[in-house]
């Protein structure tokens, strides 16, 4: 089955700078690659998610990238705000699968 | 609210108890998940329904018992659990097929003592 790895399991930033977190997959079957967004106390929210015909997909501040050959994905938020600060989850499936998530990333910005 | 609600909201209940959990979703999904939040952790998959038959059952103890009666309503039943299965249960739903466009409850926060 698959298996999610993802790094750094913390990150911690200045509120202006960039975040990058990676994900890397085990199942070259898989074809879907969401991002979620869990904030203190609250329940996971989809930010953003990419299909494996798609190299790259941005939305404002947020970009996904995917290297289906090395099977990993990335999540790059720019100009990042204290409202960033949350635990990021990547996961990845294929199609009539449950999603499989890898273990998150405390994401701290600092003003 | 985002349309899956999660009763109760916080638990706490003795080795030898039986309790059950509820998730309901009034967003007119077709698939259901459990799925277990440990601290550390990644979301460990539990159970999966689609169109109330259950899909996946990833290797989960016998103690946690699920039940979904319809596409809206997805229960666990609990009994004899163990100190460490205490850890936020999150139910979750989607539309189309199984896989795409979660949308997750706000959890029950368990604790086993």
């Known amino acids: 089955g698959e298996n999610v790895e993802q790094h750094p399991s913390t990150l911690s930033v200045q509120e202006g700078d960039s975040a990058v977190i990676k994900c890397t997959y085990s199942d070259s079957a898989s074809n879907y690659f969401p991002w979620y967004k869990q904030e203190l106390g609250k329940r996971p929210q989809l930010i953003i998610d990419?299909?494996?015909?798609?190299g790259e997909k941005k939305d404002q501040r947020i970009a996904v990238t995917l290297n289906k050959t090395a099977k990993h994905f990335s999540l790059h938020i720019t100009e990042t705000q204290p409202e960033d600060s949350a635990v990021y989850f990547c996961?990845?499936?294929?199609?009539?699968?449950?999603?499989?998530f890898g273990k998150g990333t405390t994401l701290s910005v600092s003003s | 609210e985002t349309g899956v609600t999660q009763t109760p909201r916080h638990l706490v209940m003795g080795m030898t108890n039986k309790k059950s959990l509820k998730c309901e979703q009034h967003?007119?999904?077709?698939?259901m998940y459990w799925y277990k939040q440990s601290a550390k952790k990644p979301l460990e998959l539990m159970f999966v329904?689609?169109?109330?038959?259950?899909?996946e059952n990833n290797s989960v103890p016998s103690r946690f018992s699920p039940e979904c009666p319809n596409s809206s309503h997805l229960f666990l039943h609990l009994h004899t659990l163990q100190p460490e299965d205490s850890a936020l249960y999150l139910c979750a739903s989607s539309q189309d097929r199984v896989g795409y466009g979660y949308t997750f409850g706000s959890g029950t926060r368990l604790t086993v003592v």
């Open positions: 990419i299909r494996s015909n798609v």
């Open positions: 967003l007119g999904h077709n698939a």
């Open positions: 996961a990845a499936n294929q199609a009539g699968t449950a999603l499989i």
């Open positions: 329904y689609n169109f109330k038959e259950q899909t």
